[in-house]
């Protein structure tokens, strides 16, 4: 049963490897601790009272209600799978509750210091520095995933249209506009890798590659975030994610509908975009503060 939906997942919804990893290893937790405290019960047929019993542990363990919430999706999906392709009747997780979780704000960087981050100092025009460069104002310009900014293919930058259209989370394509400077950039960028590497067309796949001309990989893009953020940042974390928080952050602080922010994030609901709501009301509560005769 669990093969047959990381099947599914794989093949049909296409989702990423992560993903597969983190559903497959929920599963086959939750089938060990069946196995262990009711070796009687098969998971296709477990109850709803299975699943609490299971929940206890992971509590009894110290795990996170994030983490464990996160676990309970994975059931979700799973046991509806089965009632979809008619293995079950009824789905037992739908007298399962999640639990109640404080999840944290979006951290970000201020306006003043994503200007001093991205302004010409510290940055020289050779083709290293203007990659790094170029992954800065990427992830601070579109708000694209790590993985998306990765996989960003050189085809799907459309400096004639201002645009470039990334693939996100299960495939799903989506256009994203960019500002006249990031153009300018992208274009001083390509002019610098087609010299850089001149005798090797192979590079032009990918917009980003190493000094090597290999696709990028997470960890020089987080090293990059982290060297730059050290030097002109005091963000509490310093990551690609905390670039794609500022961009969605300071949109909202500027009037930007909440919609089209969802849209330009690749949300697939509003409720994913709706926790930077919560940024932009610390910033009116501290403005009210100062200004109101009474507060």
């Known amino acids: 049963m669990i093969d047959s939906f990381i099947k599914f997942l794989t093949y049909e919804k296409r989702v990423s490897a992560h993903t597969i990893n983190s559903y497959s290893n929920d599963l086959l937790q939750f089938n060990a601790f069946l196995k262990h405290h009711a070796p009687e019960v098969a998971i296709a047929y477990a109850t709803h009272l299975d699943i ?11 795990n996170k209600a994030r983490s ?4 309970i999706s994975t059931l979700r999906s799973f046991y509806k799978f089965l009632q979809h392709r008619r293995h079950i009747k009824l789905n037992p997780t739908h007298k399962v509750k999640a639990l109640k979780a404080n ?7 201020q306006v003043n210091e994503v200007f001093n981050l991205l302004d010409d100092h510290g940055f020289v025009y050779d083709f290293p520095s203007l990659r790094d460069r170029l992954m800065l104002e990427l992830l601070y310009g579109t708000g694209i995933r790590l993985s998306e900014m990765i996989n960003l293919q050189t085809a799907n930058v459309h400096l004639d249209r201002g645009t470039i259209k990334v693939e996100g989370k299960r495939q799903k394509e989506r256009v994203i506009p960019c500002h006249k400077s990031l153009m300018k950039l992208i274009s001083a960028y390509q002019n610098e890798k ?4 001149r005798d090797n067309d192979a590079v032009n796949h990918f917009l980003l590659v190493t000094n090597n001309g290999d696709a990028c990989y997470p960890m020089m893009v987080y090293r990059t975030v ?19 928080h ?8 500027n009037g930007a509908d909440l919609n089209a922010i969802k849209d330009l994030l690749g949300h697939a609901s509003l409720a994913a975009t709706q926790v930077y709501t919560h940024n932009s009301m610390e910033k ?4 009210f503060d100062q200004a109101h005769p009474k507060a």
């Open 52 to 62: 609490r019993a299971w929940i206890v542990d992971l509590s009894g363990k110290k």
């Open 68 to 71: 464990i919430n996160r676990k």
């Open 226 to 244: 982290r060297k730059y953020l050290d030097q002109y940042a005091h963000a509490d974390k310093r990551s690609p994610h905390v670039m794609r």
């Open 194 to 197: 087609s010299i850089y590497f």
């Open 284 to 287: 009116l509560k501290s403005v």
């Open 103 to 109: 999840y944290p704000l979006p951290h970000f960087v």
């Open 246 to 253: 500022t961009f969605a952050t300071h949109l909202l602080d």
